[in-house]
């Protein structure tokens, strides 16, 4: 039974602020967790920095910000939503300000991981988010929170501009000053989500270390897991990846490869509530079974030998191929609540952890690929391969599940 099923009524308007409120504050917490994407160019400039160190300093806050979505989940379900996520922003904003303070490398490095903060703020936002709301509803108020991804193009379009005119330490600065007048905005216009309230008011014990992993030792969570690597991960990697396979490949200029990488997030982020309203009346395993049958053709299609691959052809499939993956990221978070509704912080965690990672992992795969084989095209044989693996398993274990005659929550078929 849903949380929300369990509390006195909420005033009408309360899940829906929490929820926009939520998105928007994600929204800038994207765009703070991505800043490197445009600032790191010009500090790899003024520093010299070779590309292995230009590769770890924009990694930096990706990897920092994967990693701690697990315990900022955690402190969620004992703490509250509304004092996690707003600390999480104030903690994010006061180290993206002392970036632009930053003189030597390794500062920036360390900086860096108090910016990977605001990327952990995705697991706040799911767990809680997600009680404001009943269980058939849970897949569009997902879908539209995560559709804050695209802060990243928020930072993609903006930061340039500012960047030229008054150089990446303003950048730093006023977006760090943003999030953290969003994170005071979140405090006072929000109310503690009900699942915290529920505690609250009955004295509930907060779980113990052990019960809030129990979950992590079902080979579902790890599954799960697998399917955002993918979904989410698989994403965020093209969005880094593309601007330097369209130069590489196509002979693109640097601008117009930006522009061809931004236009593939913005779509890529706002159709993931899309793909929660789809998983909401379709079900999130029809979605599942949906987004993978076409991204391994899309793939598939992908790693033919790019010479093969005509511009406009690339640019199509490498767009629909976004479409279903947005779509994907939202069923996957549909999920979550149906089967771990008292756990959503720390599985929800976990899974957003590995997509981050994925997001981390991937990039680097690619140029290791492109490195040992000399073909652009063989990234998109290593997510080909992610994809029919996970389609393979997702299959087998439905067909296991009704072999064994187990129940399967309604929202998740």
Not at 66 to 83: A, F, N, Q
Not at 187 to 206: K, N, V
Not at 366 to 395: E, N, P, Q, R, Y
Request: charged share 10%; net charge positive.
């Amino acid at each position: 039974m849903s949380v929300i099923e369990k509390v006195p009524p909420m005033s009408a308007g309360e899940p829906a602020k929490a929820l926009w409120i939520s998105t928007v504050a994600f929204t800038l917490c994207f765009a703070v967790w991505t800043i490197f994407a445009i600032i790191g160019v010009r500090i790899k400039q003024e520093l010299n920095l070779n590309e292995a160190e230009f590769g770890l300093l924009i990694g930096t806050p990706v990897l920092t910000g994967s990693l701690v979505r697990i315990v900022l989940g955690i402190w969620t379900g004992r703490y509250g939503g509304r004092l996690v996520y707003t600390l999480t922003m104030l903690a994010a904003a006061v180290a993206t300000f002392l970036l632009s303070y930053a003189h030597t490398y390794t500062q920036m490095l360390i900086a860096g991981l108090g910016v990977g903060l605001a990327g952990g703020s995705f697991a706040v936002g799911v767990a809680y988010v997600s009680p404001f709301f009943p269980a058939e509803k849970q897949g569009t108020a997902l879908g539209i929170f995560g559709a804050g991804n695209v802060g990243a193009a928020v930072t993609k379009f903006a930061a340039p501009f500012v960047l030229l005119a008054w150089g990446w330490q303003a950048v730093a600065e006023i977006w760090a000053v943003c999030l953290a007048l969003m994170a005071i905005v979140f405090w006072f216009t929000t109310t503690d989500d009900p699942a915290f309230r529920l505690r609250r008011e009955r004295g509930i014990a907060s779980k113990s270390l052990a019960q809030e992993f129990a979950p992590l030792q079902n080979v579902q969570v790890w599954r799960f897991s697998l399917y955002y690597f993918f979904a989410f991960g698989g994403f965020v990697a093209l969005s880094l990846w593309l601007p330097r396979y369209l130069v590489g490949v196509y002979g693109f200029n640097l601008e117009t490869a930006g522009m061809v990488a931004a236009a593939y997030s913005i779509p890529g982020s706002i159709f993931r509530a899309f793909g929660g309203v789809l998983s909401d009346k379709k079900g999130a395993r029809s979605v599942m079974y949906t987004m993978f049958t076409v991204s391994a053709v899309a793939t598939l299609i992908l790693s033919l030998p790019a010479a093969t691959i005509t511009p406009v052809i690339f640019i199509v499939v490498i767009f629909v191929l976004g479409f279903f993956m947005s779509l994907g990221k939202a069923a996957v978070y549909k999920h979550i609540p149906a089967y771990y509704p008292e756990s959503v912080g720390a599985v929800g965690g976990i899974v957003g952890m590995m997509g981050g990672l994925g997001g981390f992992i991937l990039p680097i795969a690619f140029g290791l690929l492109k490195d040992m084989t000399g073909l652009w095209s063989s990234c998109f044989l290593l997510l080909f391969a992610i994809v029919a693996i996970s389609l393979v398993w997702m299959h087998l274990s439905v067909k296991q599940l009704s072999r064994q005659g187990h129940s399967t929550p309604v929202a998740a078929t």
